[in-house]
């Protein structure tokens, strides 16, 4: 990973890497640590090194954990080639999509702050008294 984050920088499209695990329980870790925050620890520490290996660090658009959910080797989940990492060069298509979900969730933001402000303004109003 390294030695390629420079070379990714000749490519005109954005780079989604996610962390994958096998089925198997991660049994070393603190209690509520999972394959979920392996997978996603997995991920970032991809990352890390690309940039380290001198990759612009806004080429990278998604960085995820996956857990056990996308398994290479569907007919043996143990297998160990399920934890890996994939580094996916995006299409336009995809970049599209992704910057379009997330001008959704900022609209959705947009929407929680003003319900928040709507609550917090009508429990500022005075409580009438029930005769």
């Known amino acids: 990973l390294h030695e390629i984050g420079k070379t990714l920088n000749g490519v005109d ?10 089925a198997a329980g991660y049994a070393n870790g603190d209690h509520g640590y999972s394959n ?3 997978s996603a620890d997995r ?3 991809s990352r890390r090194e690309l940039i380290s290996g001198g ?3 806004t080429k990278l658009m998604r960085v995820v954990g ?5 398994m290479m080797d569907k007919e043996n989940p143990f297998n160990p080639i399920n934890r ?5 060069i995006m299409n336009k298509e995809t970049e599209e999509d ?3 979900d997330n001008d959704q969730i900022s609209a959705s933001e947009s929407d929680l702050s003003q ?4 609550q917090s303004s009508s429990q500022q109003e005075p409580q009438k008294k029930k005769k």
């Open 98 to 100: 992704l910057l379009k």
């Open 66 to 70: 996956l857990g056990s959910a996308i």
């Open 115 to 118: 319900v928040k402000a709507l």
């Open 55 to 57: 990759m612009d660090e």
């Open 84 to 88: 890996r990492i994939s580094l996916i």
């Open 13 to 22: 499209n954005k780079i989604s890497l996610s962390g994958h695990t096998d």
């Open 36 to 38: 979920w925050e392996l």
């Open 43 to 45: 991920a970032n520490a």
